[in-house]
């Protein structure tokens, strides 16, 4: 008799393209577009801290000074930033929705946006030493991070055209584009950085103040290729690129009323941070200048993971854009996989060579051996404190993104001033009142992570998102 093989339900068949990493949404696709801003955020996180480095040679004052002026000055620009940066989620569901023709307009209205942020950001350097006073820090520290602060400024104009020019790119995927003019810009800054900090070929030895001017340059130049860039003529007929520079009153309010909650969000978030920096540094000297060395470490492990975060965000807005909420969750979970495995790999080498990151901030301190030993090893032990709340970190920023990408902005806006209220509350009831160590405070920073990640997870899984679209209904 014949035995026939037994028919097998079509769902059962399962092909190449079903697979984790070549299906849609899967591996192949979120690495597409997310590597490229993880190479971008990750070449201005090595700026960053080979700046910090740099001047830790200087001083470990200049260093603790620097890190909380750009802590402080990033804080002070992400309202606009964010707003700015949500032009991403409208040119990803445009181009998800086959509508290129508009895309032209969101970039230049974004543009315009950021221009009208840039007298505003200016205002904050006659203020800057009102401000850094709350600190209470020494009078060296005082003057430098005013004078930091100050400089950068200049630049927090070119950082908001900047992030309004790479959205034409970013948000449609082209991610490459952005990982190139960021990748430049940061090795330009790192050029200026040793010239003019040290007074090398020809440049003043200016020391925080080169740090700063070098960053300023590096910004505008940067900015001025983002601007130049989408005026190809390959893209001045398809996206409507000349059309689109025609003031639109009618978009740039819906990019306010969906981007100013992503702002005030930023914001929040950063000041929070800022808040338990400042509140750190009443504590001791070494206490300020250990926690500057752990934060500026920890940007390794942060900062890719915000290139997951940009990249989920654009993932989900095309894919909503095509009305494909299960892609959009997918693309999610999948960013959500290769964070956590990146976080498990630095947080281990947190714990168990956390001397390594810390090296080069002593090649060529000015710093005493007793207070480099004191200093090192309360940085050491900080950083085991960063490997505690690294996959916490992780999980909030890739549910964040999703929720952007979808235009849940208004819940992440009241979360965000929830989170801010608490950590910059117990900051200052830590130090204060309570009078906890040093280690006490970095305790608080894990169970806020904690609340966090429950907290954006709980939205994600609710499920609003799926429904939310920032593009008019029509598209």
């Excluded at 079903?18 to 979120?30: E, F, H, K, L």
């Excluded at 032009?87 to 221009?115: C, D, K, M, P, S």
């Excluded at 009102?130 to 009078?139: D, V």
């Excluded at 969000?265 to 941070?273: I, K, R």
Aim: aromatic share 14%.
């Amino acid at each position: 008799m014949v035995r026939l093989a037994p028919i097998m339900p079509v769902e059962s068949i399962r092909s190449p393209e079903d697979s984790w990493w070549s299906r849609p949404a899967g591996g192949r696709d979120v690495l597409r577009v997310s590597a490229p801003l993880v190479v971008s955020s990750f070449s201005w996180t090595i700026m960053t801290f080979i700046d910090r480095v740099m001047l830790n040679w200087v001083s470990g004052t200049a260093m603790a000074a620097a890190f909380t002026a750009s802590a402080a000055w990033f804080a002070m620009l992400s309202l606009p930033l964010g707003v700015c940066s949500y032009a991403n989620t409208f040119v990803a569901q445009y181009y998800g929705a086959g509508e290129h023709e508009r895309i032209g307009r969101v970039f230049w209205q974004a543009v315009w946006v950021g221009l009208g942020f840039a007298p505003i950001v200016l205002l904050a350097i006659p203020l800057a030493p009102h401000f850094f006073a709350i600190g209470r820090h020494s009078p060296e520290a005082f003057h430098l991070e005013v004078q930091f602060f100050q400089i950068l400024c200049l630049g927090a104009p070119a950082l908001i055209l900047a992030q309004s020019g790479s959205a034409f790119y970013s948000g449609r995927g082209q991610t490459w584009v952005v990982m190139i003019v960021d990748a430049a810009a940061a090795l330009l800054n790192l050029v200026l950085d040793y010239c003019w900090i040290f007074g090398n070929y020809g440049f003043p030895a200016w020391g925080v103040a080169g740090a700063a001017s070098a960053t300023a340059v590096s910004l505008w130049i940067k900015a001025a290729v983002y601007t130049l860039l989408p005026l190809q003529r390959a893209h001045r007929n398809k996206f409507g690129i000349l059309v689109g520079m025609k003031f639109d009153s009618q978009l740039v309010r819906r990019i306010l009323y969906f981007g100013t909650p992503s702002g005030l969000q930023m914001l929040l978030d950063v000041a929070g941070f800022t808040a338990f920096i400042m509140f750190v540094g009443r504590i001791g000297a070494v206490q300020a200048e250990a926690t500057s060395m752990a934060f500026s470490v920890s940007s390794l492990a942060f900062m890719p993971i915000y290139g997951m975060h940009l990249g989920v965000s654009v993932l989900v807005g095309e894919h909503l854009g095509e009305d494909r909420d299960d892609l959009a969750a997918r693309a999610t979970f999948t960013s959500l996989q290769f964070s956590w495995m990146y976080m498990l790999f630095i947080s281990l080498l947190y714990v168990v060579t956390p001397g390594l990151f810390l090296l080069g901030f002593f090649i060529q301190s000015a710093t005493s051996s007793i207070e480099r030993a004191g200093v090192e090893n309360m940085a050491a032990m900080l950083l085991r404190f960063v490997a505690a709340y690294n996959l916490l970190d992780a999980t909030q920023m890739v549910f964040v993104g999703a929720l952007k990408g979808a235009g849940d902005t208004r819940f992440l806006l009241w979360a965000s001033l929830l989170m801010t209220i608490l950590l910059a509350g117990f900051s200052w009831l830590s130090v204060e009142v309570w009078r906890l160590s040093i280690y006490g405070c970095w305790t608080l920073i894990v169970f806020w992570c904690l609340l966090a990640a429950f907290l954006y997870v709980a939205r994600f899984r609710r499920g609003n998102w799926r429904a939310m679209r920032v593009i008019e209904a029509e598209s």
